[in-house]
C-alpha cells in the first residue's frame, strides 16, 4: 500500500484500529491482532515440561540445571528446592541473567497464581539468550509429594493447609484440577419464615457448569483423583464451611498428597461467585440476615 493510501485509509476509519473494540476490523487490523496473539502465544510454548521423578533422576545423575522458584519470597523462605533461585513471576520478564543454560521452573502447584502466570513466566525466561526451559509439572506440591529434597525444616510445624479462592480456581487449567463435593444436602427449614424456606430451597451450585471441563468426585478415596503414577491433580476440596474440607485435607496430606487446596468459604463462595458481602450474586440474589 502507497504511504498516501495507508494514512487516507485511517484517517477515514478511526475506529478499526482500536484493538479494544469487538466489531469488525480492517484486514490489517486483524493481521495485527493475529501477529499478537502469536506473540502471546510464543512466550507460553517455548517452555517444555519435566516430572518430579525426573527431575529428581536428573539431579541425582549430576546434571547441570538451575532451578528458579517463581513463587513470592514468602513462600520461598518456608521452604524450597536446595540450591534454587527466587525470581517471582511479575519479575522474570524484566530480570536480566547470564546465559544460565538449562533451567527448570517451578510455583507452589497449587493453582494460586493461575497456570497462565507461571506459562507466561517460563515464557520469559526462554527468550533470554542461552537459557531452555521446562516447567516442573505440579510444582513445589508435587515434588514434596514425591519426597523430594527441600530446605523445609525437619520437625514439629504449625499446621498450615492450602487454601484456594474462587478467582484462582476459575483461573486454572480445567484439565489439571479434580473437584471434589463434600458439600451436605441443605436440612429442612427449622422455622416457617420467609428467609429460611428461601434458604432451604437453593439448590447447591451445580460444579459442572460452574466449572467446566473440571472433574468432579464425592470423595477424596475417589478413583478419579488417581493420575495413574504420573503427576498428580491439582484436589480442591470443596465443602458446606462445615469443617469437612479440612478434615479431608489432613487425610490427604497424612497420605503423602501436598497438591491440594480448600475452596475458601465453600458453597457459600460458589454461591457469591466469590464476591464478600451477605447476598448471593446473580439471579439466585436473596437477602441474608445474621442470626
Known amino acids: ?52 521423578a525426573n527431575l529428581q533422576q536428573q539431579l541425582a545423575g549430576g546434571a547441570k540445571v538451575v532451578l528458579i522458584d517463581v513463587r513470592i519470597p514468602t513462600s520461598f523462605a518456608q521452604g524450597h528446592l536446595p540450591g534454587a533461585i527466587n525470581i517471582p513471576a511479575s519479575l522474570c520478564s524484566q530480570k536480566r541473567l547470564p546465559p544460565l543454560g538449562r533451567v527448570v521452573v517451578y510455583d507452589d502447584g497449587l493453582g494460586r497464581q493461575g497456570s497462565g502466570s507461571l506459562q507466561a513466566a517460563a515464557g520469559a525466561l ?17 515434588w514434596e509429594a514425591a519426597h523430594g529434597l527441600t530446605t523445609r525444616g525437619r520437625g514439629i510445624h504449625h499446621e498450615t493447609l492450602n487454601y484456594i479462592t474462587y478467582a484462582q480456581l476459575k483461573a486454572n487449567n480445567p484439565s489439571e484440577v479434580v473437584l471434589v463435593d ?102 439466585r440474589s436473596n437477602p441474608r440476615t445474621r442470626n
Not at 479431608?248 to 464478600?276: F, N, V
Open 1 to 52: 500500500m502507497h504511504p498516501t493510501q495507508f494514512s487516507r485509509h485511517f484517517s477515514r476509519r478511526p475506529s478499526t484500529f482500536d484493538l479494544r473494540t469487538s466489531q469488525a476490523a480492517s484486514p490489517f487490523t486483524a493481521t495485527l491482532r493475529g501477529c499478537l496473539c502469536l506473540g502471546c502465544l510464543a512466550l507460553i510454548v517455548d517452555a517444555g515440561a519435566m516430572t518430579a
Open 126 to 142: 526462554a527468550q533470554k539468550p542461552g537459557i531452555t526451559v521446562d516447567i516442573l509439572e505440579g510444582g513445589f506440591a508435587a
Open 182 to 283: 463434600l458439600r451436605k444436602t441443605p436440612a429442612p427449614p427449622s422455622s416457617s419464615s420467609p428467609q429460611a424456606l428461601a434458604s432451604a430451597a437453593e439448590p447447591p451450585t451445580d460444579l459442572g457448569r460452574e466449572f467446566p471441563g473440571m472433574a468432579v468426585a464425592k470423595s477424596a478415596a475417589d478413583k478419579a483423583l488417581n493420575s495413574g503414577g504420573g503427576t498428580p491433580s491439582l484436589i480442591v476440596l470443596i465443602d458446606s464451611a462445615d469443617g469437612s474440607a479440612e478434615a479431608a485435607a489432613r487425610l490427604l496430606k497424612a497420605g503423602g498428597s501436598r497438591r491440594y487446596a480448600i475452596l475458601a468459604g465453600g458453597e457459600l463462595s460458589l454461591a457469591r461467585k466469590g464476591q464478600a458481602g451477605l447476598q448471593r450474586s446473580g439471579p
